[in-house]
C-alpha cells in the first residue's frame, strides 16, 4: 500500500522558515509529478507547488512564488517544501500528494487530481 508521510509542520513567527518534508512508501512507487497543497481554516483547498520528478521541472503558485522552494530527493523518495520568508496567511493544513502523471497545464491550473494524499500537517505563522 502506498503511503505518504509528511513532517515538519509546526509554529513560526512572520518572516521565519519551516521546511515539510513528504517520505513516500510502498510498492514500486514513482510517481512523476509530486507537490503540496494547504487549507486555512474556514477557506477552500488550494494548490502551493508540484515538481515533475523525471525533469526536475518546478511549479508554483502566485502566492508562494519567491518565498517557497520544491524540491526532491530521490534516493529517499521524499518531497521538500521550503518556506521563506512566511506570512500569517500561510498558515493552515498543508497536503503532500503525488500521482502517476499529470499535464503541465493542469498542474499550473492547481489542479486536484491527485491520486495520493498525505494525512496534512498544521503549519501555523503567528507572532
Known amino acids: 500500500q502506498v503511503q505518504l508521510v509528511e513532517s515538519g509542520g509546526g509554529s513560526v513567527q512572520p518572516g521565519g522558515t519551516l521546511r515539510l518534508s513528504c517520505a513516500a512508501s510502498g510498492r514500486t512507487f514513482s510517481p512523476d509529478v509530486r507537490g503540496w497543497f494547504r487549507q486555512a481554516p474556514g477557506k477552500e483547498r488550494e494548490w502551493v507547488a508540484s515538481i515533475r520528478w523525471s525533469t526536475a521541472t518546478t511549479y508554483y503558485a502566485d502566492a508562494v512564488k519567491g518565498r517557497f522552494v520544491i524540491s526532491g530527493e530521490a534516493a529517499k523518495n521524499t518531497l521538500y517544501l521550503r518556506m521563506d520568508d512566511m506570512k500569517p496567511e500561510d498558515t493552515g493544513v498543508y497536503y503532500c500528494?503525488?500521482?502517476?502523471?499529470?499535464?503541465?497545464?493542469?498542474?499550473?491550473?492547481?489542479?486536484?487530481?491527485?491520486?495520493?494524499w498525505g494525512q496534512g500537517l498544521q503549519v501555523t505563522v503567528s507572532s
Open positions: 500528494v503525488a500521482v502517476e502523471s499529470m499535464g503541465t497545464a493542469l498542474i499550473k491550473a492547481g489542479d486536484s487530481g491527485y491520486r495520493y
